[in-house]
């Protein structure tokens, strides 16, 4: 009985989530993540990496159209399922889930336009960062971008891209937000790009 319950509950959060997930998109820092949004093409392959449960995913699923494919990439398997009855339910069939691993991103090399990194940096372990953006930095195309969107402090942050630009990445852009009183908040978004 108990286990019907949670089915239900499960379904009824599920259809609120369809309808309520796209708003979310009022969150993201404008202006510069709808640009790099709108900059995406219909055949494009992107990755929403550390997808949590698909805000970003389906409507990257939107832009890169039936011919284009989203990797949704995450280490937590339970939010992975929940992307995956979103897309049969939505029948959004360019959504291929990811399980990864704490340092490897685990997509294949030179495959991605574009990777995008939304709250994923601020939880990164410190022993691990330079693998995973590693293994970023080899699953982008050459000249695609990575994406990163925080809105929390993290000490974790600052040395990790520090690490990206070691790699090879080129920070091409970085836009913070400001409270009404004119003072820095913590959400911003960074650009880098594959040289
Ligand atoms: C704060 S949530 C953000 C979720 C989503 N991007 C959003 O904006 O709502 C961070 C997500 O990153 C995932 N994550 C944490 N470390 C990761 C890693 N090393 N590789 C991939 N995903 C990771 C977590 O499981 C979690 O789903």
Same mark, same amino acid.
């Given at each position: 009985m108990s286990l019907l319950l949670s089915l239900i509950l499960a379904l009824k959060l599920l259809d609120n989530y369809c309808h309520t997930s $796209? /708003?979310?998109?009022?969150? $993201? /820092?404008p202006p510069l993540t709808n640009e790099y949004l709108d900059r995406i093409k219909e055949g494009a392959v992107v990755a929403d990496v550390?997808?949590?449960?698909?805000y970003l995913t389906y409507i990257l699923s939107g832009k890169v159209g039936d011919t284009g494919k989203v990797y949704a990439v995450d280490i937590n398997e339970s939010v992975l399922h929940f992307v995956d009855v979103v897309k049969k339910k939505e029948g959004l069939k360019n959504i291929t889930t990811i399980k990864s691993k704490p340092d490897d991103i685990c997509l294949p090399p030179n495959s991605c336009d574009q990777i995008w990194l939304v709250g994923t940096i601020h939880i990164l372990d410190s022993k691990i960062n330079y693998s995973f953006i590693n293994s970023c930095y080899s699953a982008l195309k050459k000249n695609g971008f990575l994406i990163v969107v925080e809105w929390r402090l993290s000490s974790i942050i600052e040395p990790t891209m520090e690490i990206a630009r070691k790699i090879?990445?080129?920070?091409?852009e970085k836009e913070t937000e400001f409270d009404p009183l004119g003072r820095e908040t913590d959400r911003y978004v960074e650009i880098y790009q594959k040289k």
């Open positions: $796209y /708003p979310r998109l009022a969150f $993201y /820092p550390g997808c949590g449960i698909g090879g990445f080129r920070r091409i």
